[in-house]
């Protein structure tokens, strides 16, 4: 029989093989609850060691013992780190280092630019404004949040979303530099943000980023909290400027992870050094 290990049961649920390493990682949010398999571990005793850090469940008895595919549920009731190991005997045969987190929640304000030259007499609203509907919003913070709860233990939450109006013609192409100065384009959409926001969006028709070769379709200062977007890009684009926001930079070697720098090409994977730099 193979070697008994722990293994996830989903992608791009902050679980981590460590490259060039055996070891595994689990990232379990605080009072969120995970499940994750045992493999080739039959009759083994599974516990958590030092205890009391997260509640070890396994919730189809029937499984318990002879399958060799376990099901093994942990919930986090503490922060701090902890090692889920299964032994046969005395042998720990599987190792799950896992560490709780304290959910880090990130306030987030939800903008839609349109500009003075076109807005409507009446209503006020530009129609530069671009085709976001307001209803769109809750869909992209679930997608942030399906990335980013389970894999960095970071959680945005939604202030609110409104109208602005930038002074004067934005332009068809919302075109910002990649190093904004003072009363720029840049400047002045992000002016209009939410100052007790940690993370502000801007949604645009179109942008692009002068000097930039190629179509741009979101621009987020590393470390930054402001996003301009366009209406194009999905809600894994808007988590990969967020993660720029939070001061991630792009990553150009593996597909598989959320900062991979080509859009359409990206996975979600947030790596547990990514995660341990954005919030630990
Ligand atoms: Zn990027």
């Given at each position: 029989m193979s070697r008994p290990n722990f293994s996830e049961s989903r992608a791009n649920d902050g679980f981590e093989t460590v490259p060039n390493s055996s070891r595994r990682l689990l990232l379990l949010p605080l009072h969120e609850t995970k499940m994750i398999w045992l493999i080739n571990g039959p009759r083994m005793r599974v516990e958590a060691s030092p205890a009391g850090i997260v509640k070890v469940f396994e919730p189809l008895a029937q499984q318990?013992?002879?399958?060799i595919w376990r099901q093994v549920v942990v919930r986090g009731l503490t922060a701090g780190k902890t090692t889920l190991v299964a032994r046969d005997g005395d042998e720990v045969k599987a190792r799950l280092s896992i560490t709780v987190r304290p959910v880090l929640n990130i306030p987030t304000a939800f903008h839609f630019v349109g500009d003075s030259t076109s807005a409507d007499h009446r209503t006020g609203v530009s129609s530069r404004a671009g085709k976001r509907q307001p209803g769109d919003v809750d869909s992209l913070i679930q997608t942030l949040n399906d990335i980013f709860v389970p894999q960095a233990a970071i959680r945005f939450q939604k202030m609110y979303w409104r109208y602005v109006t930038v002074n004067g013609n934005i332009g068809d192409s919302v075109v910002v530099s990649s190093s904004p100065v003072a009363g720029d384009l840049w400047s002045r959409i992000t002016s209009l943000g939410e100052r007790s926001a940690r993370f502000n969006v801007f949604f645009v028709r179109d942008m692009d980023v002068n000097g930039l070769a190629g179509n741009q379709g979101g621009a987020t200062a590393i470390g930054g909290n402001d996003c301009i977007i366009e209406d194009s890009e999905d809600g894994v684009s808007l988590a990969h400027e967020a993660g720029h926001a939070l001061g991630l930079l792009d990553s150009s070697t593996r597909k598989n992870r959320l900062m991979y720098s080509i859009t359409g090409q990206r996975g979600q994977f947030i790596s547990r050094v990514e995660a341990d730099r954005i919030n630990s």
């Open positions: 318990s013992f002879k399958n």
